[in-house]
């Protein structure tokens, strides 16, 4: 049974700091994986998708790798702002076109 | 703005009363997905649909919960005799294949239900 954990649960950085988010899966036999932003009360908006063949997917200040091999995926945040203060989520996808199965989360927050 | 929406956003219900949930996905997207997310938690997968067929289902879905997505086109969520532990946000997502991008699933903002 896939598993998806993110470690930390909760992150709170000075504004300016390059951070790094970790998300961990057990089975590496994934189709892709995508990172989320959840702001409190809402949806969720997509952040990266790294399809299983990639390395790395890059989005502005964002940037996401995969290592299939070893089960994990980072999200990396550069000069980081209060605006970027939210939950972020990764799931993975088994399938073409199946469901996602997600982390719980980290939860940041950037302080001015 | 096209994207996934869903109503309502917030419903408050009593324990025992049957409530419906809808979601309009992006137009051209062919799949749509339901989950539950309870605080502090990521969303569990509920159920999917490609075009008006139920491919999948949870085994989170119980027999008070049933899902349709007639003509292919939006989807509701019915929830019968419901219970506080169904208490949660409901998102509804959509995707469109593509197998050259990848299927980004896009999620609506939610419908959050509230059983007394």
């Known amino acids: 049974k896939q598993e998806v954990t993110q470690i930390p649960a909760a992150l709170s950085v000075p504004e300016g700091e390059n951070l790094v988010l970790n998300c961990s899966f057990t089975d590496s036999a994934i189709y892709n994986l995508q990172w989320f932003r959840q702001d409190p009360g809402k949806g969720l908006t997509s952040l990266l998708l790294i399809q299983s063949s990639q390395r790395e997917q890059t989005s502005g200040r964002l940037n996401a790798s995969l290592d299939k091999s070893s089960g994990r995926s980072t999200l990396y945040i550069a000069a980081s702002q209060p605006g970027d203060s939210a939950t972020y989520l990764c799931a993975v996808n088994l399938l073409r076109g199946g469901k996602l199965i997600f982390g719980q989360g980290t939860e940041l927050s950037v302080k001015p | 703005d096209t994207g996934v929406s869903q109503n309502p956003r917030h419903k408050i219900t009593k324990r025992g009363q049957n409530v419906t949930f809808r979601c309009d996905p992006i137009s051209e997207h062919n799949r749509l997905y339901w989950y539950r997310q309870t605080l502090g938690q990521g969303p569990e997968f509920l159920t999917y649909?490609?075009?008006?067929?139920?491919?999948?289902k949870s085994r989170l879905l119980s027999d008070r919960f049933s899902a349709e997505r007639p003509k292919g086109s939006f989807s509701t969520l019915e929830i019968q005799r419901t219970e506080q532990g169904d208490s949660a946000m409901y998102l509804c997502?959509?995707?469109?294949?593509?197998?050259?991008?990848?299927?980004?699933?896009?999620f609506g903002p939610g419908t959050r239900l509230l059983v007394l």
């Open positions: 649909f490609q075009n008006e067929a139920q491919l999948e």
């Open positions: 997502a959509s995707s469109l294949e593509d197998r050259v991008r990848g299927e980004t699933q896009y």
